[in-house]
Each structure stands twice: as structure tokens, then as C-alpha cells.
Nanobody, 122 residues
Framework: QLTLVESGGGLVQPGGSLRLSCATSGFTLNYYAIGWFRQAPGKEREGLSCFSSSDGSVYYADSVKGRFTISRDNAKNTVYLQMNRLKPEDTAVYYC???????????????WGQGTQVTVSS
């Protein structure tokens, strides 16, 4: 059974920081790509970042580049998203997803977590 569970969301003031965790089980993290996504009410799902285990490449959306950082701890089977200098427009439900083919390609994400709410407000 392959599962992903996001945690770490919450309420934070503009300019603040949060670290999201994606705890995985049922598979070897090193052989999957793990991506972070978000979806705000009335908006399309947005890809934010991805770690590709095929070659170690890391990708960031322009909207979060320089503010968000993806990392992983293989021993803990966990991927993190460090979010700094948060803005109200970052408010969304954040999801992690796994791509069994190890590459950060939209159609490759077959497994998704339940999401964690991030609210950026004063």
C-alpha cells in the first residue's frame, strides 16, 4: 500500500514561514519523484516543486522560486517543503504526490496525499 500524508499546514502571518512534511510509506522513496502542489478555491491546481529521483533534479514554479525549498530525508521516507516569506496568495490546500517513474512529469503522478491547509493572513 503506497500512501502519502501531508502535515505542517496552519495559519501564518504574511512574511512568515512553514515547513510542510510529506510522510510516505509502502514504497522506496528513492525510486519515485515527489512533487508538491496546491489548489486555492476557484483556481486550478498548481504545481510548485518536485524532486526527481531519476537524476536528483529539483524543479520550482516561478511563483515560489526563491521562497520555497524542497528536500527529502530518505531514512525517514519524508519529503519536505520549506516555505518562506509567505504571502496571502499562498493560501491553499497543499498536496504531495508520487510519480513511480521517478520523473517530474504531470502525467506520472499516480498517488496523492489528502492535503494540508495553509492559510496566510494577518
Amino acid at each position: 500500500q503506497l500512501t502519502l500524508v501531508e502535515s505542517g499546514g496552519g495559519l501564518v502571518q504574511p512574511g512568515g514561514s512553514l515547513r510542510l512534511s510529506c510522510a510516505t510509506s509502502g514504497f522506496t522513496l528513492n525510486y519515485y519523484a515527489i512533487g508538491w502542489f496546491r489548489q486555492a478555491p476557484g483556481k486550478e491546481r498548481e504545481g510548485l516543486s518536485c524532486f526527481s529521483s531519476s537524476d536528483g533534479s529539483v524543479y520550482y514554479a516561478d511563483s515560489v522560486k526563491g521562497r520555497f525549498t524542497i528536500s527529502r530525508d530518505n531514512a525517514k521516507n519524508t519529503v519536505y517543503l520549506q516555505m518562506n516569506r509567505l504571502k496571502p496568495e499562498d493560501t491553499a490546500v497543499y498536496y504531495c504526490a508520487a510519480a513511480p517513474r521517478r520523473r517530474c512529469v504531470d502525467g506520472f503522478y499516480d498517488y496523492w496525499g489528502q492535503g494540508t491547509q495553509v492559510t496566510v493572513s494577518s
